[in-house]
């Protein structure tokens, strides 16, 4: 088989941590893989370069940013070549322009436009390990860019997606995606296997596995991807973390797969909106226009033929931007505003919900047994949301995990 693996900050935190990595892959080179590595910077590196760059000019050039924050991964790859080096196997460390990887030249959150495999998949050939520096490539102009905070899963997708690889796993400081955050609920479980589309809800739901792109991106090339532990035993081809894969791919479909929450959400309430043709438009046009990414949306049914009411959600950080723009809109001059910071969004997800009936309802009586209220819902194919008060953060996650069967024994 061929891998590529990929360990991120924490897997290379310091030296004991780079050897204990280098252990898993020379394991699998024992067992007759292919391996290429991709490493992070070691954790904390990066963040300390960032700010050195601001200690100089806060308005510092975009080019030497990234000609500065790219050196964490050079030096991690270099260590990490000698590291396997010492266990007796062959290997190189590779930068992004040695490969090369090409990305466009959006200095600091730059994306891969190709990778050409040819020489790596020579070296791979050849018996040797091939440790490439996550998070950077070069532009057309011959410049190292970065790809964005995290931007080393994306690396690691998008090499194994050029080498063609079998599965990319993903090392990382926790065993595996869960049912829900353990923190809450005790008796979440790891999950074996979760399609690459629950996932993507999952992360950008809040679940920080995994970089959201990086999902896209397996998803597109159909790379499976493994996120499991630097610190447990086990090595990726023993499959001990969870595996993220093509719904095809996974013969026990569960209705409901994980119970997510979002903080940091506000609620906008309008009441007494003319309930005229085109004032949807007129509304969410200047949040548009102010960036402000809305999320739930509610219009009720007008009683009268002439306004109505209307709830959304907006980021909470967005709350105060938000009023400006709607304050600024003269539609609305006679509708009031309340806004409401003190919310969360809930959200249970699954595959399975697109052949089964009867799971919103599930969600609803397991909230009204413990006297939640619901304030707005939305769907999706394979997801349902509800807002509620935030101060039910922990007893709405925890009813909803046991409502769908969700805890281990
Ligand atoms: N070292 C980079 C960062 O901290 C990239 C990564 O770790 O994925 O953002
Ligand atoms: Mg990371």
């Known amino acids: 088989m061929k891998i590529v693996v990929k360990f991120g900050g924490t897997s290379v935190a310091d030296i004991a941590c780079i050897e204990n990595a280098a252990d898993k892959v020379a394991a699998e080179v024992q067992r007759g893989n292919q391996v290429a590595v991709v490493v992070s910077a070691m954790s904390g590196v990066t963040n300390q370069l960032v700010s050195f760059c601001g200690d100089i000019a806060p308005d510092f050039d975009a080019q030497e940013y990234d000609a500065v924050v790219s050196s964490g991964e050079n030096v991690t790859s270099g260590l990490m ?16 322009w040695q490969v090369p990887i090409i990305c466009d030249d959006v200095h600091g959150k730059a994306r891969i436009a190709d ?30 860019a970065t790809l964005g905070r995290g931007g080393s899963d994306t690396t690691a997708v998008a090499l194994a997606a050029a080498l063609e690889a079998d599965r990319c796993d993903i090392y990382t400081d926790v065993n595996g995606v869960y049912t829900t955050d353990p923190r809450i ?3 979440a479980q790891k999950l074996d ?6 996932m993507l809800e999952m992360a950008s739901l809040g679940a920080k596995v995994l970089q959201t792109r990086s999902v896209e991106m397996a998803m597109k090339r159909n790379v499976p991807l493994q996120v499991l532990s630097t610190f447990e035993d086990g090595i990726g081809s023993d499959l001990p973390g969870t595996l993220v894969t093509r719904e095809e791919d996974i013969v026990e479909k569960q209705i409901v797969n994980g119970v997510t929450y979002q903080k940091g959400e506000a609620k906008v309430t309008l009441l007494n909106v003319p309930d005229i043709p085109g004032m949807s438009a007129k509304i969410f046009g200047p949040l548009t226009d102010a960036s402000i990414n809305v999320d739930m949306i509610v219009q009720n049914i007008s009683q009268n033929g002439e306004s109505t009411d209307m709830t959304f959600t907006v980021p909470r950080a967005d709350l105060d931007s938000a009023l400006d723009a709607l304050q600024a809109c003269p539609e ?67 009813a909803l995990h046991s409502a769908y069967g969700l805890e281990s024994e």
């Open 193 to 198: 296997r979760i399609s690459y589309e629950e």
């Open 115 to 144: 990778i050409q495999p040819e020489k790596m998949n020579a070296a791979l050939d050849g018996g040797q390990v091939a440790v490439l520096a996550g998070f950077q490539g070069v532009t057309s102009d011959g410049r190292i």
């Open 81 to 96: 070549a000698l590291a396997l080096q010492k266990r007796g196997i062959s290997a190189r460390s590779w930068q992004g």
């Open 332 to 398: 609305l001059k006679d509708t009031e505003i309340h806004t409401d910071k003190n919310v969360v969004k809930v959200s249970v997800i699954g595959i399975g919900m697109r052949s089964h009936a009867g799971v919103a309802q599930t969600m609803f009586q397991a909230l009204a047994d413990k006297g939640i209220n619901i304030q707005v819902i939305s769907t999706s194919e394979i997801k349902i949301s509800v807002l509620v008060s935030a101060d039910y953060t922990e007893l709405a996650v925890r």
């Open 185 to 187: 609920v005790r008796k």
